[in-house]
């Protein structure tokens, strides 16, 4: 399995634009989760699935940011419209379950100017 | 929720020394502690893991520990290379919710 994968690596984009985000998790994997990663605030959970079902968005920080997963081997963070702030670099991740270790994408480095 | 505290954030060690870094937890129903490595500009990426019903695990140079008791887990690196630089995250389940990561201690390991 060549592990979860994520596009773009590198994003950049004016301000005010539409940013998406897109993850294939490792096959098999039943959840699927969204992490923003900041040096202020370290690794925050944004939003996870199981079985494609958004479970806790707890953490989406505002109506901004959305997620779906309209199947087992994909799913999109979209961030409309960006901010400035919204720089970071946000990474999915799957498991087996939500409550043992998740495999990394290799992450999405957003810069919004 | 869980709430995970980790130290130091930061630690400089020579090479071949012993480093360890701490988290401590506060549900005490939390049964699984992983621990993960970033190097820069990388992904975290799971290095060992440890289940409540062991005290310590071993693997090769690196070990975690695991006092129920006091609600703390503690990695183990032994003979620290220059390879060993980089980020290390704990991370504890809150009962069968998500894991909450520690802030991370940023290892650096001089020549």
């Known amino acids: 399995d060549a592990g979860v994968i994520q596009s773009p690596r590198h994003e950049v984009t004016e301000m005010g634009q539409e940013v998406t985000l897109r993850c294939k998790p490792i096959?098999?994997?039943?959840?699927l989760f969204w992490y923003r990663q900041t040096m202020m605030r370290g690794l925050e959970l944004l939003i996870y699935?199981?079985?494609?079902?958004?479970?806790?968005d707890s953490g989406m920080p505002e109506d901004r940011f959305s997620a779906k997963m309209p199947n087992a081997s994909f799913s999109t963070l979209k961030i409309q419209p960006s901010e400035p702030r919204d720089s970071a670099v946000y990474f999915c991740a799957s498991s087996l379950s939500p409550s043992v270790a998740a495999f990394f994408g290799q992450g999405t480095r957003l810069t919004v100017v | 929720g869980e709430n995970v505290e980790q130290h130091p954030s930061t630690l400089s060690v020579q090479e071949g020394d012993s480093a360890v870094i701490k988290c401590t937890y506060s549900d005490s129903a939390s049964n699984y502690f992983p621990w993960y490595k970033q190097e820069l500009g990388k992904r975290p990426q799971l290095i060992i893991d440890?289940?409540?019903?062991?005290g310590e695990k071993k693997d090769q140079r690196i070990a975690v520990t695991l006092n129920k008791t006091a609600k703390h887990f503690s990695l183990h690196i032994t003979e620290t290379q220059p390879e060993d630089s980089a980020v290390y995250f704990c991370?504890?389940?809150?009962?069968?919710?998500?894991?909450?990561f520690g802030k991370g201690t940023m290892l650096l390991v001089s020549p």
């Open positions: 991370a504890a389940p809150s009962g069968y919710s998500t894991l909450t």
């Open positions: 699935f199981n079985n494609n079902v958004p479970i806790d």
């Open positions: 096959s098999g994997h039943d959840y």
């Open positions: 440890i289940r409540s019903n062991v």
